[in-house]
């Protein structure tokens, strides 16, 4: 059995873990525009604050604080909440470069970074012809140093030494996952095809892996829980993470713009190999083969292009499979908590999550 | 006075620098590939090993190592010489964005990252239309992991706490300086002036520190060496790095392809602010202006435009005045070993470094 908690006293709420997060974020932030080379990197810093201060869900934080919770908590609660702050860090670091590589608009319902760089630098009266290029530049420039801060974040959290070579590795593990996996998507992308285990593959990495599973086997670490509830934080998190991805792909066609921040139909348009599509593809006619095959990755998508994609979705099934597909995973999830003999509060918290990660709107 | 080597039976010679720093960096990667997801991932690793192990200068580790010997190098020759890998693939990180960031086409005499990438993709049966940005997304990916990968062999090197403290915000400090100084130079890209002190700032963050003064400083600090060696180390660094990038900015217009590995004209191609091409603006007559303004930027530079504009950077003095200004950095640094009380071999070494950085071909 997981360790209970030694002493609950020091131990924040998951409702106040995202004001701790948002505060150490905060902090760091003004810190490093302190050090700063001078007023010219203020585009930087105003990009990097209008994405991680936006409508985030910061789920990252709160599972790797739940895992820390869950391994029983001996150690100091600034280390967790500077390590979930890393975490958040690293995330935007991931959709800064995830967004460049997709030439997308939009993020959290804001331009996204790139576009946003770009405009900065225009207004700033930069030249018109290069101010595509400068986006693209300057964001490849932010993610990097979002990726680096993340770093710096980690590497001045105080651990004791055998903490740090457990978690050390899990951290690089979450990297090297998180690459892999985005390559296999760009190797996917535009490549329209039947394969759903290939699709599921690519989310599990991609997502699933560095939302759910690192998060918490973090937490776990900074709490030096043990073996046997690492493996149950996997058995609970790989559904979970997939089921998160899943949830994704119907709202990237089925959701509302004005809640997910994405303009609808980006995957198709920028030629995803998503499960969804896969899962069609799969049970598709001919007249609906045609149909998908024409509108997968085409840049201009018109309301009319995004009802044929939507009726070929639901006329195959494909949106009711991957909502089945979903709801077999949350109850997986949710079965591997009822039988984990985690506190109450933290089951309780964990639960809540997962009915968050796959019901969600945003 | 900086310390004395109290034992020299495990020094490494710098000759044999080279290829300990090699070793351990083919091991290194081999590591790595055998812990990536699978064969999909193998374009990766040749991109990295045709970068990595091709004709780079390793004058980062070389000045790691250097700067550890001037300090006495107490510690384990081990150590320092991963740390110094850890440079080189940071510094290949630096050169994966930046060529994407400036749609370079060659770098180090082959194919640059994300066209070389494009061409694997193509090979692979990937489609025409999409290769170009296959190409930069998987080097945006390269580029991650290679700055991931750096920091995994900074976070395994034993350290003893106190210099780990003393090493981690050296390393920091680089990341973060470098880029800063490469979104400096995105911002006056494009912006022809004749403004020295604006481009020899940039020259400074996007180069200098991270090229000699860093790595001195790490080699120090790994070395347990004192204040008086870093402010000496600094005093030889600064100078040195700024000849060191303006020996690249005459290389580039007046290089041999042959030799440098790149195109002639790739500064002027991607309207670089250097300091060569401020110097010349700034004593150009009204038709030099003319003939910058007009190359400067321009996608399509014909060896008759190359031609002229070697013309205007020898009419103007300025190809004279930056050989001085490397001739005048150079004579300081090597002033400042002079005085500075090193064993006579680290300081023979520094001075062989000097020579090679700022009368190279390459």
Known sequence: MPGTIRDTTHIPTLISVRHEVDAILAEFIDEQERSALGP????????????????????????CVAGWRAGGAPG????????????????????VHDDVMDDSDSRRGLPSAHRALAADYLSGGGRHGRAEAHGQGAAILLGDLLLVWSDEMLAGTELEAHTRSRVLPLVAGMRTELVYGQ?????????????VGAALRVARYKTGKYTVERPLHLGVC?????????????????????????RDDLLGVFGDPA????????????????????????????AERRVL?????????????????RSVLEGTGARQRVERMITS??????????????????????????????ERHA
Chains 1, 2 share one sequence.
């Not at 390559?183 to 394969?195: A, E, F, K, P, V």
């Not at 599509?277 to 049970?283: C, H, I, P, R, S």
């Open 293 to 309: 095959r024409g509108l997968f990755g085409s840049t201009n998508l018109s309301s009319e292009d995004i009802d044929r994609i």
């Open 222 to 246: 900074l709490a030096d829980g043990g073996p046997q509830l690492l493996r149950m934080c996997t058995d609970f998190a790989i559904p979970l993470g997939e089921a998160f991805q899943l």
């Open 40 to 63: 010219e990197t203020a585009p930087l810093f105003a990009a990097v604050r209008r994405l991680i201060f936006s409508n985030g869900k910061r789920l990252r934080p709160l599972l």
């Open 259 to 286: 809640k997910t921040g994405k303009p609808v139909g980006d995957d198709i348009r920028e030629g995803k190999a998503t499960v969804l599509l896969a899962l069609a593809f799969q049970n598709a006619s001919r």
């Open 329 to 358: 995973r949350r109850r997986a999830a949710l079965a591997t908590l009822d039988t984990a003999g985690l506190p109450p509060d933290v089951a309780e918290t964990l639960r809540q999550i997962v009915w968050t990660a796959t």
């Open 76 to 95: 100091d609660s600034h280390a967790v909440l500077r390590v979930a702050a890393a975490l958040e860090l690293f995330q935007a670091f991931a959709l």
């Open 183 to 195: 390559y296999l998507d760009l190797l996917s992308t535009g490549r329209i095809s039947g394969d």
